[in-house]
């Protein structure tokens, strides 16, 4: 948990329980066998292509792949060890094996490898609007909500009769669609929800019910439909909705409390891609791996082969730097953010200062008096508070990453605390969160933290309040990005910059299967969550928009309009800030904020064809075997040209540079004006010339392709910052559209 060092698991409070615990999955299959059986771990097991191709019915193909299992293990226990025979994602299978059966298999004539499955983590009413989407305007009315679009949503199920899934208005599934429903008739799938499987293997069998509430909040954000009255314990009430409400839902369970198992990931992957899904999201993830060895890298590939957009949380490992994950250049990579609504309780001290903070739990019998202010690292810990110390006081905490807040705020209660005040870590800096505490609290940021505490000591009797002002909205720094949110650059692949964008993950209003109390009223069930879990499915709302009215676009072709069209500026219209409240460096923010409007007419998009990325991975310096991991068919890499990872046409640029200049090129596509003149404009990162060359593209046909070199150059005169990184960027613009792209170079 050293990860969490830093205040996370504090902050986070319940709501980040999927994201946070590090588990080993025990499977059930254990318990009933003998003979070394605990030995056994599912391996994933990589075969070359077939002669003459794939077979026709899946019983030969499974045949096959079941002529690999070790001669020891008897054909009557071969079934119950065989896991899952993939057929799209990979040639092979799941099984369960020892790593002596694993080892035995290397032998066989076709075999490529075996490696043990990974273990991965899980990592909304008003975020709509705050993204300029309304109900008879703008986007959703141009795309028509999303209509005819089916996003997969690969997480821990759903509640298919949580009213966000309703299908009032939606139509039946599109022909296309030839998925499953593992719900009963009765209790299950709808023209919202057209399809709901189970890949959890720890639950196989059972319906895809979503017990944890991480899958039935994530498909709602991406798909909800309209709920009016849609509140949180009073709070940000308003007409719930998901950023695409008229797309339809096809729902993978691959998760569980405890985490989500890399051969289910696969067989998600596997069945999505042959059910005809336009979308997929996936809020789940683990640490940086590469990619041939990662279950979603490789799954997505297959996905976008087949012209499925795949949209991944980047991770909730921040701020360290080279944290993110899901880096993949064929993945969207989803950062978080804030948005404009706060829950707010705000401190006022005896000295008339006065601190913005936030608490879901809004108590309206509150008096408005001051009481005694103290502080104590002491006072907010079982055992060492001292009751004659908090009784009929405001007790300040620190948040310090052992214990929860709204743990402490059961300590202070418990000691007779009249209120508690959280203060945020350094590290957590100006992210607050909106928790349901148990005494009437505000969290605070860590620069109000330091002032509270300037103030305690600067006089013999501190006084505080505080004021539940209930649900703000038009919070001008928004959006800022959150202290949790992964950060580039990829460690997987540093020529490639990542995050890709960010997007709404704080405080998210969204469905969510269970009553927050057992006394609650209503069905209409809904929870605040936070996370890069809850800004992914906002882009793969987005995105299916954007299919649904370009249902011809390749997924990369949907990213670049997405990234080239991002803001980085916020609602005052400085540039957008990180929870330090500094500048947001572009491993933070990507290319920026997604913008679904201008995403939608982006004018120029720069294209990426499946096989562009075989020189690319050629490039990374991946073999062949490890190339054909990935890529699905036998790949040599010495007759491939070869590429630096900044060669692909991506829609930013990552790049290190030592004297030598480094030259690229790209190739962007018209999709706006038929005739339209695009002019070059540059920011060159300090320290760097960049050129271009051509400066101005004309082009005079729809689908009209241009290329243009761009050369870096340390300056020779000019700035030299002694910094290790620079950015800047590069932006076609024409009278009416404007294309950007990011730059990050690193100094070698
Ligand atoms: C259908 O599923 C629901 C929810 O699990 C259950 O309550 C109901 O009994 C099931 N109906 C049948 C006919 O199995
Ligand atoms: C690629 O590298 C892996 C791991 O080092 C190795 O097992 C495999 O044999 C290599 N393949 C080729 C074609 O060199």
């Given at each position: 948990m050293e990860k969490w060092g830093w205040g996370v698991l504090q902050i986070m409070g319940v709501l980040f329980l999927f994201a946070l615990f590090f588990m080993s999955k025990s499977s059930p299959a254990i318990a009933c066998d003998q003979g070394g059986e605990s030995r056994l771990k599912t391996y994933i097991v990589h075969?070359?292509?077939?002669?003459?191709?794939?077979?026709?019915?899946?019983?030969?193909?499974?045949?096959?792949?079941?002529?690999?299992?070790?001669?020891?293990?008897?054909s009557s226990k071969q079934q119950e060890r065989m896991v899952y025979s993939y057929r799209n994602v990979l040639t092979g299978f799941a099984a369960r094996l020892t790593e002596e059966e694993a080892k035995e298999m290397e032998a066989k004539e076709g075999f490529v490898s075996a490696r043990?499955?990974?273990?991965?983590?899980?990592?909304?009413?008003?975020?709509?609007?705050?993204?300029?989407?309304?109900?008879?305007?703008?986007?959703?009315?141009?795309?028509?909500?999303?209509?005819?679009?089916?996003?997969?949503?690969?997480?821990?199920?759903?509640?298919?009769?949580?009213?966000?899934?309703?299908?009032?208005?939606?139509?039946?599934?599109?022909?296309?669609?030839?998925?499953?429903?593992?719900?009963?008739?009765?209790?299950?799938?709808?023209?919202?929800?057209?399809?709901?499987?189970?890949?959890?293997?720890?639950?196989?069998?059972?319906?895809?019910?979503?017990?944890?509430?991480?899958?039935?909040?994530?498909?709602?954000?991406?798909?909800?439909?309209?709920?009016?009255?849609?509140?949180?314990?009073?709070?940000?009430?308003?007409?719930?909705?998901?950023?695409?409400?008229?797309?339809?839902?096809?729902?993978?369970?691959?998760?569980?409390?405890?985490?989500?198992?890399?051969?289910?990931?696969?067989?998600?992957?596997?069945?999505?891609?042959?059910?005809?899904?336009?979308?997929?999201?996936?809020?789940?993830?683990?640490?940086?791996?590469?990619?041939?060895?990662?279950?979603?890298a490789v799954g997505a590939f297959a996905a976008i082969r087949k012209g499925i957009l795949v949209s991944c949380s980047a991770g909730n490992y921040g701020p360290t730097s080279a944290s993110v994950g899901n880096a993949a250049p064929w993945i969207l990579t989803v950062g978080a953010s804030t948005i404009d609504r706060s829950i707010r309780a705000s401190v006022k001290l005896g000295n008339g200062e006065k601190f913005d903070g936030e608490s879901l739990f809004q108590p309206s019998d509150y008096p408005p008096e001051f009481f005694p202010l103290v502080?104590?690292?002491?006072?907010?810990?079982?055992?060492?508070?001292?009751?004659?110390?908090?009784?009929?006081?405001?007790?300040?905490?620190?948040?310090?990453?052992?214990?929860?807040?709204t743990d402490k705020g059961r300590v202070v209660k418990q000691a007779g605390g009249v209120a508690m005040i959280v203060a945020n870590s350094d590290l957590a800096g100006s992210t607050t969160i909106a928790l349901e505490h148990v005494l009437p609290?505000?969290?605070?940021?860590?620069?109000?933290?330091?002032s509270i505490k300037a103030y305690i000591s600067s006089t013999s009797h501190p006084t505080a309040s505080i004021a539940f002002e209930g649900t703000i909205i038009g919070e001008p720094s928004a959006p800022e990005v959150i202290f949790f949110s992964a950060r580039g650059p990829s460690l997987a692949t540093p020529g490639i910059l990542k995050p890709d964008i960010?997007?709404?993950?704080?405080?998210?209003?969204?469905?969510?299967?269970?009553?927050?109390?057992?006394?609650?009223?209503?069905?209409?069930?809904?929870?605040?969550?936070s996370g890069t879990s809850m800004s992914c499915p906002h882009l793969s709302g987005v995105a299916a928009l954007i299919k649904s009215s370009h249902p011809d676009w390749s997924p990369a072709a949907i990213k670049s309009a997405i990234m080239t069209t991002a803001d980085i500026l916020n609602l005052k219209d400085s540039p957008i800030l990180d929870q330090t409240e500094h500048p947001a460096s572009i491993f933070a923010i990507g290319a920026g904020h997604v913008n679904p409007l201008r995403a939608?007419?982006?004018?120029?998009?720069?294209?990426?064809?499946?096989?562009?990325?075989?020189?690319?991975?050629?490039?990374?310096?991946?073999?062949?075997?490890?190339?054909?991991?990935?890529?699905?068919?036998?790949?040599?890499?010495?007759?491939?040209?070869?590429?630096?990872?900044?060669?692909?046409?991506?829609?930013s640029f990552s790049i290190a540079l030592r004297s030598k200049a480094r030259r690229f090129q790209r190739t962007v596509t018209n999709v706006g004006k038929p005739t339209s003149s695009y002019t070059v404009h540059i920011a060159a990162p300090p320290g760097v010339?960049?050129?271009?060359?051509?400066?101005?593209?004309?082009?005079?046909?729809?689908?009209q392709k241009k290329t243009y070199t761009v050369t870096f150059k340390r300056s020779s005169s000019g700035v030299i910052t002694g910094e290790q990184y620079a950015q800047g960027f590069l932006k076609w613009v024409s009278a009416t559209h404007s294309a950007r792209s990011p730059i990050a170079v690193k100094f070698e």
């Open positions: 075969l070359k292509e077939p002669e003459g191709g794939v077979f026709a019915e899946s019983e030969n193909l499974e045949g096959w792949y079941k002529s690999f299992l070790p001669a020891r293990i008897a043990p499955e990974k273990i991965y983590h899980l990592h909304t009413t008003h975020s709509p609007s705050f993204l300029g989407l309304h109900k008879r305007s703008g986007l959703w009315k141009g795309s028509n909500l999303g209509k005819g679009v089916i996003i997969g949503v690969m997480d821990s199920g759903i509640l298919p009769s949580h009213p966000s899934f309703g299908d009032e208005g939606m139509p039946p599934p599109p022909a296309k669609w030839t998925g499953l429903c593992e719900f009963n008739k009765s209790g299950g799938c709808s023209n919202k929800v057209i399809g709901a499987r189970n890949f959890e293997s720890g639950s196989k069998g059972m319906p895809p019910f979503d017990e944890g509430g991480h899958g039935s909040h994530t498909a709602s954000i991406a798909a909800g439909n309209f709920v009016k009255h849609a509140n949180v314990l009073g709070n940000a009430k308003g007409t719930a909705a998901g950023v695409a409400p008229g797309a339809h839902l096809a729902i993978y369970k691959i998760c569980t409390d405890e985490g989500c198992a890399g051969a289910d990931i696969l067989a998600a992957f596997d069945a999505a891609i042959a059910d005809g899904v336009d979308v997929l999201s996936v809020s789940v993830g683990q640490k940086s791996t590469p990619f041939y060895d990662d279950a979603i502080y104590s690292p002491y006072f907010c810990s079982a055992g060492t508070v001292n009751v004659a110390d908090v009784e009929g006081k405001v007790v300040l905490c620190d948040s310090d990453g052992k214990t929860s807040i609290a505000s969290h605070v940021s860590y620069s109000a933290g330091l960010i997007g709404p993950g704080m405080n998210i209003l969204a469905a969510w299967p269970t009553p927050l109390h057992n006394n609650s009223p209503s069905k209409l069930t809904f929870n605040l969550l939608n007419d982006p004018g120029l998009i720069y294209d990426i064809q499946p096989d562009d990325y075989i020189p690319y991975l050629c490039g990374l310096g991946y073999n062949d075997t490890q190339v054909g991991l990935i890529t699905l068919r036998t790949v040599r890499c010495s007759e491939e040209s070869s590429i630096p990872e900044a060669q692909l046409n991506y829609p010339d960049v050129t271009v060359k051509p400066h101005k593209l004309h082009f005079t046909k729809r689908n």
